[in-house]
């Protein structure tokens, strides 16, 4: 089950600084497994629209079973949000985490 935890519109001149004159958003969700026994229950989905003349592209990219540590998710999922992490950047950030954390990846 995914949960919304936050939403922000990438930064008009960080936009700009990459040659981009669309709008996009990135949205962050909790993604929670009740149901897991044997691995980690919390992980993140992170969902990025681009809002394009055509239409609506979208991105999305799930991380499931990260860690049993609700907080340490709810702290990555601040962390990835402020500094407006997309989901194809999301795997190198979190595999720089996992290094010092005990998430599994």
Same mark, same amino acid.
């Given at each position: 089950m995914n949960t919304f935890f936050s939403s922000t519109f990438v930064k008009e001149e960080t936009l700009k600084e990459a040659s981009i004159y669309h709008p996009i958003k990135l949205e962050y969700y909790k993604h929670t497994n009740e149901e897991a026994e044997n691995e980690p229950k919390f992980g993140i989905n992170i969902v990025k629209k681009a809002y394009k003349k055509e239409g609506i592209k979208m991105e999305n990219k799930e991380f499931v079973g990260l860690s049993n540590n609700e907080q340490e998710i709810e702290e990555i999922l601040n962390l990835l949000g402020t500094n407006e992490v997309t989901p194809? #950047?999301? #795997?190198?950030?979190?595999?720089d985490i996992k290094y010092k954390t005990s998430m599994k990846i």
């Open positions: 194809t #950047e999301a #795997e190198y950030i979190l595999n």
